[in-house]
């Protein structure tokens, strides 16, 4: 298989975001309680991490709770807090190593005081790193995330800070919590889910679909890169005509 890293820039990624998905039906077909799918999903962050940092990647996004997640048994909540909490404090290390800089998008009210200190510190002490942007999506929601945008939109305009003729696209994406960053190029969703699940609805507008059966706490660094090479074939055409040849065939992965 054809190593990413070799790829042109223009055929890699910028950003990649990922939809987490298969942690529970990946630990009940283990015979285990779903929190161990959680656990074990943690692996494979760390595996595809490692593996941006190595081919290049700008940013990658991860859906880590969504807005709608508090829905599920608190158990279940009490011990994905914990799992967070953990990686922050333990990854600190790794993250250094790679260079990597932390942030975070969603709401923060409603979040444990104790993982929001532990995400302030990682992020304070990865601020001045200068390779991939690692962000954490925590209690987000893109409706509730375009809303909110919307309401600032209306607060300036009506204090006179806003000219409404001048609200363009480029505009409304400066009011959104990914302001600043690149859209996402590549969309990846594990477990076979075919939905968007709320996920950055205005970021990926133009962004690539990429679907794999692969349950989460399996996935890592070798199907991150079949994702990016199949990335690399597609002629990216933003409604014009094709401009570039496509990259070789990736070679199937077991």
Known sequence: MTDPKVLPPEQRPRHVAIIMDGNGRWAEAQGLPRIFGHRSG????????????????????????SSENW?????????????????????????????????????????????LDEFDRTAAMTASNTGMTLCLAVNYGARAEIAEAARRIARDAAAGRLDPEQIDEAAFSGYLATAGMPDPDLLIRTAGELRLSNYLLWQISYAELYITEVLWPDFRAEHLQRAVLDYARRQRKFGGLPGRAPAPEPTPIG
């Not at 967070?84 to 979040?111: K, T």
């Open 71 to 115: 829905k599920r048994p608190n158990r279940e909540l009490r011990f994905l807090f914990r799992l967070l909490r953990h990686f922050l404090i333990v990854e600190r290390s790794e993250l250094m190593e790679q260079n990597v800089r932390l942030a975070m998008i969603g709401r923060r009210e409603g979040l444990p005081p104790d993982v």
């Open 42 to 65: 943690i692996r494979s962050v760390r595996s595809v991490v490692e593996e941006g940092c190595r081919i290049g990647l700008e940013q990658m996004t991860l859906y880590c709770f």
